[in-house]
């Protein structure tokens, strides 16, 4: 088997794990609490962690759902990144391990891989222009910096809403899949 196809497996497999341990987090939350926070503390150096800023997986009659932790009010939410749960309408729920940006952003990197051979040979070691990846990682950007210029004064009070965050960390992760794959095909394959 050829290097790059093997490095392409690498880098799916990664991927597939990272995106399979968010998913689960919650799960194994809702069964033994304590044994969750070891998947939270795994993600925390990557990922803030503010219930404000996540999604939870919510139960409800034997039925699960995604939904935001707590209502995007648009005001900033300080020091609850060490909450797990959240409850809505007498229904618990577990967040995810990372923020919903985060997750977005890695989901859209294993879906930008899934595509990848599609649009490119997995071979190819030639990134394209820069000016694409700029464009896609710029709404992320200018999300983040208009939090912070609120946050410290210098713009009227703004929070982003979960919607907006997943569509730029998704923007960002599918980016950032179609430009790690050429790179890891330079750095590694011998093909």
Do not use: W
């Amino acid at each position: 088997m050829k290097s790059s196809r093997i490095l392409y497996i690498i880098y799916m497999a990664i991927m597939l794990l990272v995106v399979g341990l968010i998913a689960i987090t919650p799960l194994i939350a809702f069964q033994d609490e304590a044994t969750s926070e070891i998947f939270y503390k795994l993600f925390s150096p990557a990922c803030h962690q503010k219930l404000s800023r996540s999604l939870c997986l919510f139960q409800n009659e034997n039925a699960y759902f995604i939904s935001d932790c707590t209502p995007q009010t648009g005001v900033f939410v300080p020091n609850d990144s060490s909450i797990l749960s959240s409850e809505t309408d007498g229904t618990k729920g577990y967040k995810f391990p990372v923020c919903s940006r985060d997750v977005a952003l890695y989901f859209a990197m294993l879906l930008g891989g899934a595509v990848y051979p599609f649009i490119r040979k997995i071979e190819e070691k030639q990134m394209l222009p820069a000016i694409y990846f700029i464009a896609a990682i710029s709404p992320i950007a200018l999300d983040g910096i208009v939090q912070l210029a609120s946050i410290i004064g210098i713009l009227p009070p703004y929070e982003s809403t979960n919607l907006i965050r997943m569509v730029t960390g998704g923007l960002a992760g599918f980016a950032a899949a179609i430009y790690i794959i050429p790179i890891i095909m330079s750095l590694f394959s011998r093909d």
